[in-house]
């Protein structure tokens, strides 16, 4: 565990995703390799076969009234660049599909930018797969200085959609802002990804209404063989490929100075700096485990990291009594030591069922030397985390970043069994 002193080593094997490469080909405009399914199984191959049915220019007015929006480009399967959205790693989700088209837009008043990615598969089953390897990329995305703000699951867009906003710190207190929807309808999966700045998450609403309408353009296209209706979105997780209960990369705080993704690996459980006094037996959890949290690819000293411990207990209010015992035990550890120990409270938290607080801990380790650590405990239902953040010489967080991990560690804690 970082936080107690420990390095980890890890050995990352192969170190990133091998890129499939599709090619466009065929008698129509973006169509891509056939993949042999017999025609029984097939959906419309005519369907898309051009652009018209693409998102206008004065649909995309919907992202946001100011300035004024212009088609940038359109490029179909054979001439789409390797990468059009946020954390794709390879060009097609369907190598094996009929077509896929590319369409880009521009704001010059506002600079926004935003993209139309549409791909046709052979049919329905297809697609739904299409749109199952989409979202993993969003999920498992390892895009740097890349952090998952905001994400919803929707209705009303074809069979299924979601909607995942991306933030990236350009500031104090701006960041710019990837709002991005998957949806698959028929043999139709469509992404649409809206790109912009500003000092606030961005809500929702325009991307959820601009891609309802480029899903009925597709929907309306003779064979299409689907419906969609009013677009909602309800908040909701992305799914993690982590252990269930932690977080993934996409969840991890920004740091100007790593440029390199998050990577986890399972540690052991310790009883905290010093303050935090964690005895999670006294405290009967049911059950509990450590991940830490490094970037093994980035010029980082070996002790920079995140450490995370989730822990189940038996009803709600027995995980609301351990996180309440830490809370005292932080709180009144600067009292309790000293000039040894500076304490410092940075939030509290009540977010719905999350009820939580972070401090910045100072230790005179002796020598004139002096160990800091961001800290953080929240319960949720019947799970409670546990989240440490040493901080180095230009290697930290604000305390809002340091919320929020907190925050979001507790949303996912649930999940652990």
């Excluded at 008043?109 to 797969?129: C, H, L, P």
Aim: glycine share 12%.
């Amino acid at each position: 565990m970082i936080g107690a002193g420990a390095a980890v080593l890890l050995v990352v094997g192969g170190g990133g995703v091998v890129a499939v490469n599709a090619f466009g080909g065929g008698d129509s405009a973006g169509s891509k390799t056939d993949g042999g399914d017999d025609d029984k199984h097939k959906g419309d191959a005519n369907l898309l076969a051009d652009a018209n049915a693409l998102i206008d220019a004065p649909t995309v007015k919907s992202l946001t009234p100011a300035g004024a929006w212009a088609i940038s480009a359109t490029a179909d399967g054979s001439t789409a660049p390797d990468k059009s959205f946020v954390c794709q790693p390879q060009r097609f989700a369907d190598p094996a599909g009929i077509r896929t088209w590319v369409r880009n837009f521009r704001n010059p008043t506002t600079r926004d930018t935003a993209v139309q990615y549409v791909e046709v598969s052979n049919d329905s089953t297809a697609a739904g797969k299409t749109y199952t390897t989409i979202t993993g990329w969003l999920s498992a995305c390892v895009t740097p200085q890349m952090r998952l703000v905001a994400s919803y699951s929707t209705t009303g867009l074809g069979e299924r959609g979601i909607v995942a906003i991306f933030g990236q710190p350009t500031g104090e207190k701006t960041s710019n802002y990837r709002t991005i929807s998957v949806s698959t309808a028929g043999q139709a999966t469509m992404v649409l990804e809206y790109d912009s700045s500003g000092t606030a998450v961005p809500k929702p609403d325009g991307v959820l209404s601009t891609a309802g309408a480029g899903l009925k353009r597709i929907c309306d296209q003779p064979g299409a063989g689907c419906t969609t209706g009013t677009p909602s979105a309800t908040p909701a997780l992305l799914p993690s490929s982590e252990s269930p209960g932690f977080m993934a990369p996409i969840d991890l705080p920004v740091l100007t100075a790593v440029n390199k993704p998050w990577v986890s690996a399972t540690s052991t459980t310790r009883s905290g700096t010093g303050c935090e006094k964690i005895d999670l037996k006294k405290a009967k959890a049911i059950g509990y485990k450590s991940l830490t949290y490094v970037t093994p690819d980035a010029d980082v000293p070996t002790e920079f990291g995140l450490d995370a411990t989730v822990s189940k207990y038996a009803s709600p209010a027995a995980a609301t009594a351990f996180v309440t015992g830490i809370r005292k035990n932080v709180d009144g550890c600067a009292k309790a030591s000293g000039d040894a120990v500076t304490v410092k409270t940075t939030d509290s938290i009540t977010v719905g069922s999350i009820k939580g607080e972070a401090w910045r801990a100072a230790y005179d380790t002796g020598g004139g030397k002096v160990a800091t650590y961001r800290i953080g405990i929240a319960s949720n239902g019947s799970s409670a985390v546990y989240v440490l953040f040493p901080v180095l010489k230009n290697l930290d967080i604000s305390d809002k970043a340091f919320t929020d991990v907190l925050t979001r560690a507790a949303e996912r804690a649930p999940l652990y069994k």
